[in-house]
Structure formats: C-alpha cells, structure tokens
C-alpha cells in the first residue's frame, strides 16, 4: 500500500490528486490548514486528515509524527499548498509568498525525509507553475508574459530550485516540479482562466507514481519537461 501526503488538499489541485490516488488505491493523507475544511474534504473522499499548515514549524511536525506513528513510512508527498501573493508588493507580503510557497516547501520535506528513505520507492512531488521559469515570462508567445504576479513568480522559481537543489542532495529519493496547466480554482478566480482541477491534477499523478527508475530534478508539465 502507498502511503501519500497531500499539503492544501482540502481543495483544488490538491483534492483532485487525492482523489485519483485514492482510486489507484493509495492511503492518502489530505494536509490542510483549517480542520474543518480538512476533515470535510478527507471525510468526502474516504482520505484521512493531518491538521498541517505548511508556514508553521510545530504544525509540519506535528502532522509527520502522526503519519509516522500510524503508517511508519512515507511514500509520496506532494507539496500541493500555495498562494497568490497579489495585492500591494511589499516586505509583508513577500514574507507571506515566500513562508507558504518556498520555505513551506522546506518545512514540509525537512519533517518528511526520514520517512521518506523508509519507503521502497520515496517520491516527492512539488506543484511549481511555468509562471517562474524565465523562458516562459519572456516569451510574448505564453500567457505567463502578461502574468502580473511578481511574489508568486518569484516565489514558484525557488520551489523548482529547491526540488533540482534536493534531487542532488538526496539520491535516493525521486524530486521533481509540476507545473500542472492554467486550472480554475478558487485561487485563479480573478482571472476568469483556466480548466477544471481533475485535468491538471492527472499531471501532478503522473509524477507521484513514478517506477523507482523514473526521472528526479526535473521540471514537467503535461507534454515533458519545461525549460526554465
């Protein structure tokens, strides 16, 4: 059985993917940081729930002692949890960008690697987005040209350097980036964009269930690797 961790999976992309890996018969646990939306989202699914907010030290901890005292391993996580950072440009909200896209990324995979080297086959899915790659904000040919979101650009290019950074450091663990197409969530709202998350989250799957000789350090979408 494959144990799998899904950061902000009480909605979007997130519950998606756990409900796909649910029906490839994976355990699946649905990280959230409010436990009511959380233990709603794993209850209509038939996944269990972690409390985990990805901007708190004790909170991570918490959530991966858990999973360890129940399953004692850990197989797939996905670092799913994510926000806009729009509105004012300024230190505070940096902070918030960087705390929940990239260090959250840290915390949660920090807290998770001793369970991860128990598994068989240890996979680490990290949800990026094409809006960090240099190549595809200044190609005027891609929609990430006209994205307005200068923190959650920012902030998505170090998620993809910290999994290539991690793919070197921990050989024996597969890491890779997803960007997983425009998708309409609550948080693309604005933008009136998008596709329906069910779509986007068989991407993200594709990379969670990886064979043990599949590829680590690289950036994907749908149609392979992404320059960046």
């Known amino acids: 059985m494959t144990i799998t961790l899904i950061t902000g999976a009480n909605k979007g992309i997130g519950f998606e993917t756990a409900r796909q890996l649910l029906a490839l018969g994976h355990i699946v646990y649905i990280g959230a ?3 009511e939306r959380g233990e709603k989202a794993a209850a209509a699914l038939g996944a269990r729930f972690v409390q985990l907010d990805v901007t708190d030290d004790a909170s991570v901890s918490s959530a991966l002692a858990a999973i360890d005292s129940t399953e004692g391993r850990l197989d797939v ?9 729009e509105g004012v440009t300024d230190g505070p909200t940096a902070l918030r960008a960087f ?27 990290t949800v ?17 040209f006209n994205l307005p979101l200068a923190l ?9 350097m910290l999994t290539v950074q991690y793919a070197k450091s921990q050989p024996g663990i597969k890491f890779n980036a997803v960007e997983p197409g425009t998708t309409a969530t609550d948080m693309t709202a604005a933008f009136g964009v998008g596709r329906a ?32």
């Open 33 to 35: 940081r409010d436990p």
């Open 77 to 85: 996580l996905v670092n799913n949890a994510g926000i806009l950072g």
């Open 99 to 125: 705390d929940t896209n990239a260090v959250g990324v840290v915390r949660v995979t920090e807290a998770a690697l001793p369970l991860l080297r128990k598994s068989s086959n240890p996979t680490v899915v």
């Open 128 to 144: 990026s987005s094409s809006a960090g790659s240099f190549w595809a904000v200044t190609n005027p040919e891609r929609p990430e």
């Open 152 to 160: 959650y650009s920012a902030s998505k290019s170090a998620a993809t």
């Open 197 to 228: 998350p069910e779509e986007s989250a068989r991407v993200v799957v594709r990379l969670a269930t990886l064979d043990a000789d599949g590829p680590t350090g690289t950036f994907q979408d749908e149609n392979g690797e992404v320059p960046w």
